[in-house]
């Protein structure tokens, strides 16, 4: 059983920084992509931000230069480091896995539970 193990979220004001992590816990096969997703209240998730198991990165134009997604020493922990938050930035942030399958063929994805971003004005 793959579970996803988020962390860092919190309340901050306009301005500041935070910084996210995911790791996933249990046998997981090789990880092809990890991203961040983020939901804020009334409204669709989107993707802010995803790197590849090649480092390629992408983000939401709303993001753009001001957050960061990035790999850890464990290249699967991923970090999205968040600069400049604007309250528009306030939303529940999931991670997102797409890896092969332990044993069986194709790809999955699996989420964590998410993690809440208040950024105050």
């Known amino acids: 059983q793959v579970q996803l193990v988020e962390s860092g979220g919190g309340l901050v004001q306009a301005g500041g920084s935070l910084r996210l992590s995911c790791t996933p816990s249990?046998?997981?096969?090789?990880?092809?992509?990890i991203g961040w997703y983020r939901q804020p209240p009334g409204k669709q998730r989107e993707l802010v931000a995803r790197?590849?198991?090649?480092?390629?990165?992408n983000y939401a134009d709303s993001v753009k230069g001001r957050f960061t997604i990035s790999n850890g020493n464990d290249k699967n922990t991923v970090y999205l480091q968040m600069s400049s938050l604007k309250p528009e930035d306030t939303a529940v942030y999931y991670c997102?896995?797409?890896?092969?399958?332990?044993?069986?063929?194709?790809?999955?994805?699996?989420w964590g539970q998410g993690t809440q971003v208040t950024v105050s004005s």
């Open positions: 249990g046998t997981i096969g090789s990880i092809n992509s």
């Open positions: 997102r896995i797409v890896a092969e399958g332990v044993g069986v063929p194709g790809n999955y994805a699996y």
């Open positions: 790197i590849t198991s090649g480092g390629s990165t």
